[in-house]
Structures are given as structure tokens and as C-alpha cells.
């Protein structure tokens, strides 16, 4: 079995795929990706199921190193990545072959870049799932010494690229009542969605706190005697203090602390996405436009199937893979062995 | 907090009340603060949803006072599974359900006070105890499994007599073990890995509430009731090394 070796890595590596859905009624949360859409893109760049595990990087990424020859792909956060020197395109698959060393460094815009391989990172589940979850104590974070085992691939090839919109510099999110909403006044939702917040440096996959200029926000019912109660991801939850958190999936599952409403999940990479420092802004929207938003950006692989173009390399830059354009109209037999950066 | 049997009558015609959460899930619940009926309620009620067996809920969870329900925001009709919900709630009266079956009664030895309860004085000088007259009540009766949330296999159990409704501490203990008991609010609970809390620590036990590596990974269900027999400190190391995942812990079935 081929595999990827880890000579090192950042603080905030593991390996992560769709979660642990199902444990919720035993406190234990999905956890999973912290952003779902990155995976589903490297998924579908491979040509593989949205199942398969891949290598999270929060913030910087580490050096790994090819056993046997394999297909990655590199999504999410753009980072500084290199292939024994030369540097690669992101949103894109390369060959990495066999004894060949990758590099990838500090993310450029945007918290999780994700190291996809054709077969999927093949580590043992554990209750169902390759995630680690390491609130719960659940798998460990990747280290220097790992040896990461990929499983079996399909047809892939490499110098496939995906074009991706802007996810990576804040912006605003959708939001849709919850439960708790209703907790808090009419001109208190007002004040909410008329703030601009700023990602503070306290955050993870748990979730990110914002902060403002203006008041703290106070549920009308008092901020600290609501019962315990489930938590989703995308909630907003007012701490004792009135600052904000959205709960990112790997959450605590039951919380008391007031939430003002819930981040749509079509938004929730936009929110994981935003780096310290990085300004947010809500706007509440309806069930029916939520839904109505999610079915028009539809899901699975075909929801990606024109993005998806061959990388047009200019010859006579070829030591720059980075100026790699995508280019229309290429059809998908084209020959494009050896332009892969290998 | 008010007493825990009249807090909510069914007669309250606010609950139980349905809302979303989020666009994947929908909330049921039965009572707006921590009550004994309400909380039976729900675990009723979340065993009943389960027994339908509706393919378009994915998940479902009991919580102190309600129940959630996750569906797939794709293909799920909303208004449908509300009008089944909404049926299976007019069908009998939730609140006067008695305890679920299949209820096991664990007795976990702990050992209170010392270095391995270090705040037992404090907690018993809020409730107007001394250290010794604690231990002896929240011994001397089992406690309920209300729910199992916030971390994996984390049991909330009560409920305790009312002067045990003593509040969380205003700072945040930094970092308390694995197995440790810790109070507030006439509940208590025994922290399944180490961890930050606003509870306070008056005991240790050697009981793994999560056991990823097994094949019953959550060894407590809602219901359950569970005994804390005091033990001295010097026992402790024996029944962790005699058995690492109970910790001297016994279970029997409640008949």
C-alpha cells in the first residue's frame, strides 16, 4: 500500500473526512472537516467519493513525502506549496512521485488548506469515521514520523484544476432563526445584523469568537439561566459576556448560553475560512431563501462538473506553475502528462 | 430553582413547543428550565420518534427538557414530519410517562474531599453542610442520568435535594482530571475526560464515561441511576489498576 510520509508538520494537522454523524444523543459532535466544501472540491477533482479522508492543515501545512507514486490534490486555504522545490498550483492535482518531497507552507488567505490523495488517507476509522477529534480525545493530531496509508485509487490524473469563488476573506453569511432566537429582542437581531465583527485570535474547530466596537448583545431573558440545550453547528451563541461564537463542527453538543440564530451551512466554510482579523457580517434570511440558495448551488460532484478544467501551463514559464490559468473550452482528453510539475 | 415536580404543569399550553434549528434540524420541547417530568418526557418522547423509524430523520437526541431531530435539508418536507411529530405528541400524555425499561443501577466508588475533591468544602458550605454531612447526602440516594451532552459520554444527573442548587463558580477551573465528580446547580457530573469547568470538584472516581475503543463506546444511558459509594483515597490506584475502564463501578439491571 502506498503512503504518505510526514517529515513534518504544523501544530494544527490531522486528518479529517465527513465526520461522525450519529453519537450526537451521547454528546459526542460530527466533527469532520472544517470546511466541508474544501473536501468536497478535492473530491471531485480526483474524481472520488466525498468520503474519502484527506490531511486538514490549519493555518501552515508541513512536508510530506511520496511512498509509491500517487495523485494529490491541494484545496481550501491557499498555501505556499512546493514539489521538491518547484511550486505548485493550488486548487489543482499534481503527481507526486515516488520519493518525491512536498512542501507546503503558511496559508495565504483563508485557516484550513486540505492535501487530498487519490484513494483517500486510509487510516484506520475509529466509530465510524478517519476524523480526529481531539476534544473528545478521539485520534491524534499528524506529527513528523507519521506514515499515512492511501488507499486504493481510480482513474485520476493530475493537472486538473478547480476554479472556487472567494471564501477566504470574510464577507457577509446568511443566517435563519433558531429556536433561541426569539430569546432576543427585535432591535437586538437589528443591532446584530447591522454589525460589522472582526474574527478574533480565539478560535479553532470548535468554533470562533467575534468581536465589535459596540455593546455586547443580552438575550431579553437573561443571559445565564436558559437550560441546556442542543447545539448545531453554525450556532451563534452569546457568551456571558455577550460576545459571540459560531459553533464550528466540532462543537460541544449541548450548550446554555443563548444562540441569536444559526449560520446556513452553505456559509459555514466562509466563517471556518476567516483568519484572525478577518470582518464578518450576518444577515438574516428566511427558511425558504436558505433552502432555496442551497438547491440552486446543488450538492455532490455535479455541482462542480464545469469548474473542473485542465491547467493551461505557459511553456516558456514553465519554473511558474503558480501562473497556471484555467482556461474554457479545453476538452478532457487532452494530453496533459508531464505538465503536472512532477 | 423551583421545585422540580411542579415547575411545569402539562396544562402549561406553551410547551410542548416545536421550532427549527438551523435549516437540518427541528426541536421539541417540553419545558423551558431543568424539570423531572419534562426531562422523562423527553426521554420518552425520543424513543418513540426512534420506534417510528421515519427515514427522513437521520438523528435524534434527548436533552434535559426536549428533543432534537436532524433531517437532510435537501430532501426533507419539513410541514411533513411536523405533522407527524405533532400527531405523535397528541397521542398520549408525555408527561405522565414513567422511566424508560432496560435501566441499569451503577454504583461508582469515589473518593471525596482531599487533593482528590478539593473543593468539597466550599460546595458543602453553599448548600449550609459541613464536608462529612455531603458526602453523606449526595451518597445516600442514587441520582438520575438526565441527559449525556456537551462532551462525549458526559452524564448531567440529579436530581439533588433543593439545597444543592448552589451555582456555578464565577472563574473557570483551569484543567480538572478525567473521572473527576463535580457539582452545581442540584445536578452532578463525572467528567469522562480531562477538562476546564465552572463546576466544583468534591470527588474522584476511576469511571471512563467514553470508551471510544470499545464496542459499547458509551457505557451510561439517560435513566440509568447511579450510587457513588465513598471510598477512601488509598483504594482508588487498586480499583483503576484492577479494572481501568470502571474503576470498581458495578451495574445491575433496575427491574
Redesign the interface.
Known amino acids: 500500500m502506498s503512503a504518505l510520509l510526514v517529515l513534518a508538520a504544523g501544530p494544527g494537522v490531522t486528518v479529517q473526512d465527513r465526520g461522525r454523524p450519529g453519537w450526537l444523543a451521547q454528546g459526542l459532535s460530527r466533527g469532520g472537516a472544517a470546511d466541508v466544501l474544501a473536501l468536497a472540491e478535492g473530491a471531485a477533482l480526483l474524481g472520488q467519493t466525498e468520503d474519502c479522508a484527506a490531511v486538514e492543515m490549519a493555518m501552515s501545512g508541513g512536508t510530506f513525502e511520496a511512498e509509491g507514486d500517487l495523485i494529490i490534490a491541494l484545496t481550501g486555504a491557499s498555501m505556499a506549496a512546493t514539489l521538491d522545490g518547484v511550486p505548485l498550483a493550488w486548487n489543482a492535482t499534481h503527481r507526486l512521485g515516488q520519493g518525491q518531497r512536498l512542501v507546503i507552507g503558511g496559508a495565504k488567505a483563508g485557516v484550513y488548506g486540505y492535501l487530498h490523495v487519490a484513494g483517500g488517507i486510509a487510516t484506520a476509522p475509529v466509530m465510524g469515521s478517519r476524523s480526529a477529534h481531539l476534544t473528545a480525545g478521539l485520534g491524534a493530531a499528524v506529527g513528523s514520523g507519521d506514515r499515512l496509508p492511501v488507499g486504493e485509487a481510480g482513474p485520476t490524473r493530475p493537472g486538473l484544476g478547480i476554479a472556487v469563488a472567494d471564501r477566504f476573506s470574510g464577507g457577509t453569511v446568511g443566517v435563519v432563526p433558531s429556536a433561541q432566537t426569539g430569546l432576543f429582542s427585535a432591535a437586538e437581531r437589528d443591532r446584530f445584523a447591522a454589525a460589522t465583527f472582526t474574527r478574533d485570535a480565539r478560535g479553532n474547530r470548535q468554533g470562533v469568537r467575534l468581536v465589535h466596537d459596540g455593546a455586547p448583545f443580552a438575550a431579553t431573558e437573561g443571559q445565564l439561566s436558559i437550560v441546556s440545550e442542543i447545539i448545531v453547528p453554525g450556532d451563534i451563541q452569546m457568551t456571558g459576556d455577550g460576545t459571540p461564537y459560531v459553533l464550528l463542527p466540532e462543537c460541544q453538543t449541548m450548550g446554555g448560553y443563548p444562540r441569536i440564530g444559526t449560520v446556513v451551512p452553505q456559509d459555514l466554510p466562509v466563517v471556518a475560512q476567516a483568519a484572525p482579523g478577518t470582518r464578518l457580517r450576518f444577515r438574516f434570511v428566511t427558511r425558504e431563501e436558505a433552502l432555496a440558495d442551497l438547491h440552486r448551488q446543488g450538492r455532490g460532484a455535479a455541482r462542480f462538473g464545469g469548474a473542473i478544467r485542465p491547467l493551461l501551463r505557459d511553456p516558456g514559464d514553465i519554473a511558474d506553475l503558480l501562473a497556471y490559468q484555467l482556461i474554457g473550452g479545453v476538452t478532457a482528453g487532452a494530453d496533459l502528462d508531464g505538465e503536472d510539475g512532477a | 430553582m423551583p421545585d422540580a415536580e411542579t415547575a411545569i404543569r402539562p396544562e402549561d399550553a406553551a410547551y410542548p413547543r416545536l421550532?427549527?434549528?438551523?435549516?437540518?434540524?427541528l426541536?421539541v420541547?417540553f419545558?423551558?428550565?431543568?424539570d423531572e417530568r419534562a426531562n422523562r418526557a423527553a426521554v420518552a418522547f425520543?424513543s418513540a420518534v426512534e420506534a417510528e423509524g421515519w427515514a427522513d430523520v437521520?438523528?435524534?437526541?434527548?436533552?434535559?427538557?426536549?428533543v432534537?431531530l436532524?433531517f437532510d435539508?435537501?430532501e426533507t418536507d419539513?410541514a411533513a414530519i411536523e405533522t407527524r411529530l405533532r400527531a405523535l405528541l397528541d397521542s398520549r400524555d408525555w408527561y405522565a410517562v414513567g422511566l424508560p425499561t432496560g435501566r441499569r443501577l451503577w454504583r461508582i466508588p469515589t473518593v471525596f474531599g482531599g487533593e482528590y475533591g478539593p473543593q468539597l468544602a466550599e460546595a458543602a458550605a453553599l448548600a449550609g453542610r459541613t464536608s462529612e454531612e455531603a458526602v453523606a447526602e449526595l451518597t445516600a440516594a442514587p441520582v438520575r442520568v438526565l441527559?449525556?451532552?456537551?462532551?462525549?459520554?458526559?452524564p448531567?444527573m440529579g436530581t439533588l435535594p433543593a439545597q444543592w442548587d448552589i451555582p456555578r463558580q464565577t472563574g473557570v477551573t483551569p484543567r480538572i482530571p478525567a473521572g473527576a465528580l463535580v457539582i452545581a446547580v442540584r445536578q452532578l457530573i463525572v467528567f469522562p475526560?480531562a477538562t476546564p469547568t465552572g463546576w466544583r470538584h468534591v470527588g474522584q472516581t476511576g469511571f471512563r464515561g467514553?470508551r471510544?475503543?470499545a464496542a459499547e463506546?458509551?457505557p451510561l444511558r439517560?435513566g440509568d441511576e447511579v450510587r457513588f459509594v465513598p471510598i477512601a483515597a488509598e483504594e482508588l490506584a487498586d480499583l483503576r489498576a484492577a479494572n481501568p475502564d470502571n474503576g470498581g463501578a458495578v451495574a445491575e439491571p433496575i427491574p
Open positions: 421550532a427549527t434549528m438551523g435549516l437540518t434540524g426541536l420541547s419545558a423551558g428550565r431543568l425520543r437521520e438523528e435524534t437526541a434527548a436533552s434535559l427538557a426536549s432534537f436532524r435539508p435537501f419539513l441527559t449525556i451532552g456537551f462532551a462525549p459520554g458526559l448531567y475526560t467514553f471510544p475503543e463506546p458509551f439517560s
